[in-house]
């Protein structure tokens, strides 16, 4: 647990702790990266709901996208691992002590291309963990190659077209299995905050794809990634309202367009519809609406699909509640006549 002596004057949340305490290093990436503004919401998100750093586990592959977790949360636990295995490294983590709270970061390329084979399996799994893909629709380390979320048609800097279909993580995502899926842009603060907040209260894996524009390689016309183009065709399902189960104020909503869903602790997620009938709690309605606004061209955001009570991973292999990784070996450990009685069993 982070100790914490609140200075006088300072602001601090919760649990006594400055915004100070939730940064990381300074950035390298490029200025204006959608990636950098999306360390900045986590940052937020995590001094806002009180999360205690040191319970915190970040996990990523290789890109400019899985570099970002450098920049945020400096004292949390952190695994820079393989190109696209992040997933299988986190399932370990997360399966050795379940008390963290996972965060995987990756991009569109190591998610879709090379860690396609690990994302489906984590995706059907249900492994508490939040799993943002921070999507620029090409590999921006490599110096902006098309990745496969680029969508049909689209340019690169060079001149040349896209021409194979884009992979949709998010219908993916909701087709598998995993319980909280959404899809915002990192330009939008107010609606990216709102989503990892409500991503801190569930149980389960929160898949956000984050529509993030690589400035440097995919931000020019013809490019359906550029932050032009996403402004243009972002189309919000509605306002995402987050109130934590320790701030639980009165919100001013009209409830006949306004769905409540409440959290695992408590919480309550607010979404107020826009698109007349949408129902986050229907799989084959997010599905539908996904592809239909993908056939208009358009980026459907918000929170698209949640499921709040199918058991996690951790949950189905009966995971004793003390970490297994503190567990004393005398605990873990079969006894000789354990073993024996297994042996015997084998003949
Ligand atoms: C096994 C392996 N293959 C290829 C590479 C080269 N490589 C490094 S990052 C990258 C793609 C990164 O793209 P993405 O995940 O979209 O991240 P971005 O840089 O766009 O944020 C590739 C192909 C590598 N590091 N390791
Ligand atoms: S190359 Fe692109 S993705 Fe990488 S840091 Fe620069 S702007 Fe971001
Ligand atoms: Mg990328």
Redesign the pocket.
Known sequence: MTTATPQPGKKTNRIGLELLTYKGGKTTLCAGCG?NAISERLVEAFYEMGVDPQRVIKLS??????KSPAYFLGSSHGFNS???RMPSVGTGAVLANRQLIALGV??????G??GIGQFVHLMRRNLPIIYII???G?????KG?F?PTADLGSRLKTGVVNDLPPIDTCTLAIELGATLVARSFSGDKKQLLAILKAALSHRGTCMIDVLSP?VTFNDHDGSTKSYSHVKDHDEPLGDVTFVPYFDDIEVDYDPGTTQEVTMHDGSRLLLKKVAENYDPTHKAQALRLLRETAERGVFATGILYVERDRPSFVDLLNIVDEPLATLPLERVRPSREALETIMESLR
């Open positions: 990636h592959g290789i890109g400019c996208s899985s393989v190109h696209g990756s991009g569109d390329g190591d998610t291309a090379i921070e999507d620029n090409c590999y921006g380390l490599t190659q990745s690589c």
